[in-house]
């Protein structure tokens, strides 16, 4: 049953992604494109770009997309897909919302101790790999081409990669902009 | 009627409705409204909620709204306002999922997300080594991010074991080996 495995996967996404929107992609890759094959790895990645570029935190967006997309692939209807989304949804918020509760009654003298903050020295720059290997996972075949079967859109790929990085970094420009930039590249150079 | 719950569902909602980009980009309109509109917070503990909230898993805005919430009016505060947070995006999310499944292999599209593609992997290539900064990775310490990386690209391990591991392995660190070292 997809919602029962929806309602499972996105809970202990919501669970285990610490680090904010960027550190959860990782978790949510690796449940929705490898472990279930809910999706191929360009769509994941066309998710995470919509979810970028519309307002809301892009853990929520992410989920309610990837719902909507999971029972959409399953060949259910568009109403079965709407309870995905909100399947999704729910289930990664559920943690955080019991989670946060438990802290604000009970363990907010525990939150400062010196064990918690070894801890989180541990899971600190974990998170960090976590965030390289969702990048890793996504140069691939589907993102980029392949130099052999297609040069163009290869060299095209990797040129808008780089420019979007020195972009955003060095010259700060927004990056909302500049994946409008990268998509009217495409349409383009990519048609 | 309390006029809290209204009052949190709609500034969360805004909240929720009017950042882009997430996270850290909510901190300053969340401080606006809580802090120095409504005065449900002082700075010091938005701050100290802050710091919570990032070191919790979940998505921030999220963990923000419940313990806000919750701060203020206990479990029914805590509802309104994450209910709040999150129902822009579900609405705008589902509005786009269901127009984008219908073009989504016109070939104008399909071209447009071509390019957009290799910019989204930069998008979340680039944040890692700012990150990295904020993280305090060192060269002590810069083999966890690296070894769990390699984890997970090359031996498809699952990102949750890197979570747990790295989680006990700082217990265990500072209970163990911190003590005894100068």
């Known amino acids: 049953m997809i919602f029962i495995s929806l309602f499972i996967t996105f809970f202990e996404i919501g669970l285990f992604g610490f680090g904010g929107g960027y550190g959860m992609l990782s978790l949510i890759q690796n449940e929705v494109v490898h472990n279930h094959h809910w999706m191929s790895t360009a769509e994941f990645t066309n998710i995470v770009a919509i979810s970028q570029m519309t307002p809301g935190p892009i853990g929520i967006n992410s989920a309610t997309y990837c719902g909507f997309t999971a029972v959409k692939n399953a060949g259910m209807g568009t109403t079965c897909a709407v309870m995905g989304s909100a399947t999704a949804t729910l289930a990664l918020v559920l943690p955080s919302f019991i989670l946060m509760i438990l802290i604000a009654r009970l363990f907010l003298k525990y939150m400062k101790t010196p064990l918690v903050e070894s801890i989180f020295s541990g899971l600190r720059p974990a998170v960090v790999g976590l965030l390289a290997a969702a990048a890793l996972l996504l140069m691939n075949k589907e993102n980029f081409g392949t130099f052999s079967q297609d040069p163009w859109r290869f060299c095209i790929s990797v040129a808008l990669f780089l420019s979007t990085w020195v972009g955003v970094k060095v010259v700060r420009i927004n990056p909302i902009l500049m994946m409008a930039f990268a998509g009217f590249a495409g349409l383009l150079l990519l048609y | ?182």
């Open chain 2, 1 to 182: 009627m309390d006029r809290f719950y209204w009052d949190s569902f709609k500034t969360f909602f805004r909240i929720g409705a009017f950042t882009i980009g997430g996270g850290y980009a909510m901190i300053p309109l969340i401080e606006s409204e809580v802090v120095d509109r409504h005065r449900w917070l002082n700075r010091e503990e938005f701050l100290d909620i802050i710091a919570i909230a990032q070191s919790c898993p979940g998505v921030f805005a999220i963990n923000m709204s419940v313990f806000i919430g919750y701060k203020l009016r206990k479990l029914p505060g805590a509802i309104c306002s994450t209910i709040g947070a999150a129902l822009p995006s579900f609405v705008i999310i589902l509005l786009l999922a269901m127009c984008f499944t219908t073009v989504q292999d016109n070939p104008v599209v399909e071209s447009i997300f071509r390019g957009i593609r290799p910019a989204v992997v930069a998008l979340i290539a680039a944040p890692t080594f700012s990150l990295a900064k904020s993280a305090k990775v060192r060269l002590s310490n810069c083999w966890i991010p690296i070894a769990g990386a390699l984890a997970i690209w090359l031996m498809g391990v699952n990102p949750v074991w890197v979570i747990v591991v790295a989680g006990l392995g700082g217990y265990l660190y500072g209970r163990l080996i911190q003590p005894t070292e100068p």
